[in-house]
């Protein structure tokens, strides 16, 4: 027993190791960058490709000098119509307006906002008192509109919709007017903060969204006259027109904001913002403290390293609406025809397992079944090599086609097509751990090269994610977190079942460790969450890696294993200051101050939303049911399969818990589990077809010790066979042990 657990123990010290070496990442906040007076120019619907030198002037001059993003306008409700993205910037959280909606044409309802003036000076919004009800009672953020009114001294709102953003909780706006008067430096100048409303950008044609551009910046270029010295102005598309998410157009000129780009710990990705970072980056500039636990988004700050020419460089943000209004589209299809193979797959593998089962005994191969299981071999390398081959195909930049979607179809199949012809030719298929070796290898080295070199293929990419969802913007995704579950255990079950079963844990948690620390330092996947997932089956997989079940003391190191790498990585987040922590350290934090309720709602309600709208929920239950009514029956073949391969019985068992605990805790429900059964459930329905082929070879034994030092043995059998014998006819090794009188099938 202790030749298993002192390698499992030593590994996962060195794993908390190496994950605190690379947990410190820079700060990324507003430090030293201040001003007087920040202005806040709301346009909802500007995009970038409404921007242009003849058009918007001001807004080229100054994006020109200043610094530049996409901005991301995720409220608390799809879409975020203008009355949410208003509601939203003065809530500092995922808010929205009360009878906010869209109409049956899918265009946003515009609600009249009734301002009152008492006294003329002040405003009073009868509104808002339903919208705090909304927002605390009936949603999952918890937002309070007016909370950044409520951080400042004074505000002034131009306009009904700023008047939304401006009211404090209890509907007061400190100063308001309904338009922008002719000579607004005073106005401008009255309180530290200001909210103007420069009309909205709508509709699909080209020349009325001109229009509706060019008195927006009519707008701007008053503004702009009339700033006070030492402001920062911000020019936003707060939100939607329509149902279809899209990003839009964040600027920033200033002191401290010249020629960048802009972004914020929320994105952690240059030249992407989000909508719920504007009020805490208001509040940074002009040294107001946050409110306790209100605001979600994080201070912003200009990053060095863009294009001098700001044609080219508005081309960045432009294009990427492009690909991720694209990639949503793609994204559904993709995972439903995924989905729809998948099952068809499953559909037609009972048979023939059954087939093969009752054919194995005769003398020669039944052709008929020969024929059909090496198709469906290829088949489902296919299949499990979708995902990766998917994410590929973002190499090309197929959303700027006239047909993207058949563009995108033709890459993926040339992909799969090419790495389906790789594994099928390599030296390795013939053995029967050789397909399920390739595939698991290419499937995490896909993801791992992405995610190394800097995530570029998932973000907007078809199974990524979107920057219009306002989840993720860097890093690992939910989807690639699921794959590189599934490619890193099975590539470390194939691995350690051919070496000495004492060497087994340590080679299982070397390359589920290097994984653990890919997924959750800062720098690369940045997804602590995930890497306590992967750590619960790391262990798990280590523990069992050996053959036999899990005892109690085996459950007892994996639970010290896992509880490690935990602390390790909570007590590293904890360290960072508040605005720069991690999803696991704000939900400790929120737990400590009594908040961790609204936490767990909010991920059961996305857990909800993610388990009933997704395609891979569906691509999950599939792959369940063909496991637990198929391969697990006493003609399926996969508990053969798991005692002749006790590793891989293992990596199947870590992936198992890894993908739920992973979607669980991200609040995405089933979708972890989907992308890692896309790859695994192929891989051990064409294993439990070879071992069933072979469930009737004979070999004579020869006398002699083992040569591989147990590498081929069975769960629970300490003493090595007294002899093997390989045949590697038809794609696999059967080898018949007769030891001590009993008989053991063993394939190595």
Not at 173 to 180: G, I, S
Not at 207 to 219: G, W
Not at 598 to 613: I, V, Y
Request: net charge neutral; charged share 15%; with cysteine.
């Amino acid at each position: 027993m202790r030749h298993r657990l002192v390698p499992l123990l030593l590994m996962s010290v060195l794993l908390a190791v190496a994950a605190a070496a690379l947990a410190d990442r820079p700060a990324v906040g507003t430090s030293g960058r201040t001003a007087d007076y920040v202005i806040v120019v709301g346009v909802p619907g500007l995009r970038w490709d409404d921007v242009d030198q003849a058009t918007t002037p001001a807004l080229w001059r100054l994006a020109e000098g200043g610094s530049i993003a996409s901005l991301s306008v995720r409220s608390a409700q799809r879409p975020t119509c203008p009355a949410d993205g208003w509601v939203t910037l003065g809530a500092g959280t995922y808010a929205a307006a009360e009878g906010s909606g869209v109409d049956p044409a899918g265009d946003c309802v515009e609600q009249p906002v009734t301002v009152e003036q008492p006294d003329g000076i002040g405003g009073y919004l009868p509104s808002q008192a339903a919208t705090v009800r909304l927002n605390q009672e009936r949603l999952a953020w918890g937002a309070v509109p007016g909370a950044l009114a409520e951080s400042v001294r004074c505000t002034v709102a131009v306009g009904p919709g700023a008047a939304l953003a401006a009211a404090r909780p209890f509907g007061r706006v400190d100063r308001y007017e309904p338009e922008l008067p002719e000579d607004s430096r005073d106005l401008l100048a009255s309180c530290v903060l200001s909210i103007v409303d420069a009309g909205v950008v709508a509709g699909t044609d080209p020349a009325e969204r001109a229009a509706s551009a060019r008195q927006a910046d009519a707008q701007l270029t008053r503004v702009l006259a009339a700033r006070p010295a030492r402001s920062l102005v911000l020019v936003a598309g707060l939100a939607d027109t329509g149902t279809s998410d899209r990003l839009h157009v964040v600027a920033a000129d200033g002191p401290g904001w010249q020629d960048g780009w802009i972004t914020s710990p929320t994105t952690g990705r240059d030249g992407y913002l989000q909508l719920v970072d504007l009020a805490p980056t208001a509040l940074q500039v002009l040294g107001r403290e946050q409110p306790d636990g209100l605001f979600i988004g994080q201070p912003a700050n200009a990053v060095p390293g863009r294009p001098a020419d700001l044609a080219t460089a508005i081309a960045a943000p432009a294009d990427a609406d492009r690909a991720a209004r694209a990639q949503r589209q793609a994204s559904n299809w993709f995972f439903g025809l995924l989905a729809g193979f998948q099952s068809l797959l499953a559909v037609a593998v009972v048979p023939l397992l059954r087939r093969v089962r009752r054919t194995a005994g005769r003398p020669g191969p039944d052709p008929v079944v020969r024929r059909a299981g090496a198709v469906l071999e290829v088949l489902l390398i296919a299949a499990a090599l979708a995902i990766p081959a998917a994410l590929l195909a973002d190499v090309v930049p197929w959303w700027r086609s006239a047909h993207p979607g058949l563009l995108l179809v033709g890459i993926t199949l040339v992909a799969v097509a090419t790495a389906t012809a790789a594994v099928r030719i390599s030296g390795p298929y013939r053995r029967t751990l050789g397909p399920m070796a390739a595939v698991a290898t290419i499937a995490a080295a896909v993801v791992a090269a992405d995610v190394l070199t800097g995530s570029r293929l998932q973000l907007n990419g078809v199974t990524g994610y979107s920057a219009t969802e306002g989840g993720r913007y860097a890093g690992l995704g939910t989807i690639g977190l699921g794959v590189l579950i599934a490619g890193t255990l099975l590539a470390a079950g194939c691995l350690a079942q051919r070496v000495r079963r004492t060497w087994r844990v340590t080679v299982v948690v070397a390359i589920g460790g290097a994984a653990v620390v890919l997924v959750g330092s800062p720098y690369l996947g940045a997804d602590p969450v995930g890497a306590i997932a992967l750590t619960a089956g790391v262990s798990i997989a280590a523990a069992i890696s050996t053959g036999g079940w899990l005892s109690l003391p085996r459950v007892a190191w994996a639970t010290i294993a896992g509880l490690v790498v935990t602390a390790g990585f909570a007590l590293l987040d904890l360290q960072r200051p508040e605005t720069e922590r991690g999803s696991l350290g704000r939900f400790l934090t929120a737990l400590a101050d009594g908040t961790g309720g609204l936490t767990l709602h909010r991920s059961s309600s996305a857990n909800m939303s993610t388990l009933l709208g997704s395609p891979l929920t569906i691509l999950a239950l599939v792959s369940a049911a063909l496991v637990w009514f198929g391969l697990l029956q006493s003609w399926g073949g996969l508990k053969r399969l798991f005692g002749i391969y006790p590793a891989v019985r293992a990596a199947m068992a870590g992936i198992a818990v890894s993908s739920v605990i992973g979607g669980g805790l991200a609040g995405a429900a089933l979708d972890v589990a989907g992308a890692a059964a896309a790859v695994t459930v192929p891989m051990a329905t064409l294993l439990a077809l070879r071992v069933l082929g072979h469930s009737a070879d004979r070999t004579r034994p020869t006398i002699g010790p083992d040569p591989q030092g147990s590498g081929s043995d069975g769960p629970g059998s300490d003493p090595p066979p007294v002899a093997t014998e390989v045949d590697e006819s038809a794609g696999s090794v059967g080898v018949t042990v007769e030891s001590r009188g009993s008989r053991q099938q063993l394939h190595q």
